[in-house]
């Protein structure tokens, strides 16, 4: 059967997240619907990340496995044609049969949105979290170095999951600011859950000048959650992209 | 009694528009609401520009005259706690007892954002028109540079409106890319009815090639509304700045 890899863009504001439930508005759910309104089929679909709700994405990855027989172009033209106005497929490419989404997937970059000014975002306010309080980007930045490399984050990861292993590799953290909004990306070879909303929140506690930059590199030493700051709220993280 | 100029930020995607109407949610409307809940009081409120239905705004100036006493620090974060998430008092300056927010404007800057790609837009779809063909950004440029200077512009205003004169000075028509965003900035000392949409809808034909460049100043020339491009739709629109 036809494997096809989708990279989906939303909006999560309106979603209860990635993954299909009962009664709820989630992407999967949407996708699939509009998967049934096109092919009447309901298709086997896996995403490389099971965004929470209100997180959004711009490069989400999803695996769609069909029995129907449409070429690339008539997939995103049929799948744009019947998914609502927060959810768009930007790309659509063959994918082997054994495609998977998530297991395949070598790296993930995400990016989370500070807005930082005294009045608060309007245009923006779906997309960033905001701090008030004066933040010093460079700082940030500094202290955010502490996390690349190889580590256990057992501190960065909320209550709740299921993983056996908590080390993981960070790749890159930078911190950046344009105006008023500082953006921190973060790449890695896979993310704990919560994982970027907690490294958010811990480096604006640092950026804020609460903590030394040195507080970074004992919060992840101490492989406890409560060693570290708190977990950033969802609207400002986005999914950027998945590597392959 | 007290004169404030207010700077005001709003999405217009949730209001009718700038001008209070009965049964409708209006701008001005949720600021005299605000307002009412500070001080118990009705304002007179008047703005530089009468934004339509959709329309946004990063820098509307609002007069709102006012018997209460309350220093500037006070108005700001008084009416930024009543106002509603899509609008927000970004700067207060005392002005004086005869400040009028339209009739005291020397200029206005707006800004027009095209989003241009074959996919629609999903996170931006509020704030941008949605232009599937490739645009030449450099040749709408060019074009538009027909529209600077004092000209009489009956080509670009609809039906409807009452003005006595249809000349303008346009100092600034800049047109440039980032990305998949085209951006059109218009400064001039004053607008007629749907002006800036007239013009983008204008340089947009311009850009993708159905006419010739030299179409513009032709447009212009022919002082008739039929001459120039279809009226971009309101969501691109967005009020920068009002000089004074």
């Given at each position: 059967m036809p494997t096809w890899k989708l990279t989906l863009a939303y909006e999560?504001?309106?979603?209860?997240?990635?993954?299909?439930?009962?009664q709820q508005r989630t992407v999967q759910g949407a996708l699939e619907a509009a998967w049934r309104e096109v092919t009447d089929e309901q298709p086997q679909v896996t995403a490389a990340s099971r965004t929470d709700s209100g997180v959004h994405a711009e490069g989400q990855v999803v695996a769609l496995v069909t029995e129907a027989s449409l070429d690339a172009a008539d997939v995103r033209g049929a799948l744009n044609a019947k998914l609502?106005?927060?959810?768009?497929?930007?790309?659509?490419?063959?994918?082997?049969?054994?495609f998977h989404a998530t297991h395949d997937s070598i790296g993930k970059r995400?990016?989370?949105?500070?807005?930082?000014?005294?009045?608060?975002?309007?245009?923006e306010r779906r997309f960033v979290w905001h701090v008030p309080q004066?933040?010093?980007?460079?700082?940030?930045?500094?202290?955010?170095?502490?996390?690349?490399?190889?580590?256990?984050?057992?501190?960065?990861?909320s209550a709740g999951?299921?993983?056996?292993?908590?080390?993981?590799?960070?790749?890159?953290?930078?911190?950046?600011?344009?105006?008023?909004?500082?953006?921190?990306?973060?790449?890695?070879?896979?993310?704990?859950?919560?994982?970027?909303?907690i490294i958010a929140g811990t480096l604006v506690e640092a950026g804020r000048g609460l903590r030394e930059e040195s507080w970074v590199a004992e919060a992840l030493a101490a492989c406890d959650r409560r060693a570290a700051g708190q977990t950033a709220p969802p609207?400002?993280?986005?999914?950027?992209?998945v590597f392959y």
């Open positions: 999560g504001t309106g979603f209860c997240g990635w993954q299909r439930q009962p609502p106005e927060d959810a768009a497929v930007v790309a659509v490419e063959a994918a082997p049969d054994n995400y990016r989370y949105r500070v807005y930082n000014a005294r009045v608060r975002p309007v245009a004066p933040l010093d980007e460079a700082a940030m930045h500094r202290a955010g170095q502490a996390l690349v490399g190889r580590h256990d984050f057992a501190s960065f990861e999951s299921e993983r056996e292993s908590t080390v993981r590799t960070i790749r890159a953290v930078e911190v950046t600011r344009s105006g008023e909004e500082v953006s921190i990306e973060v790449e890695g070879d896979g993310f704990l859950y919560n994982m970027v909303r609207q400002g993280l986005c999914l950027l992209r």
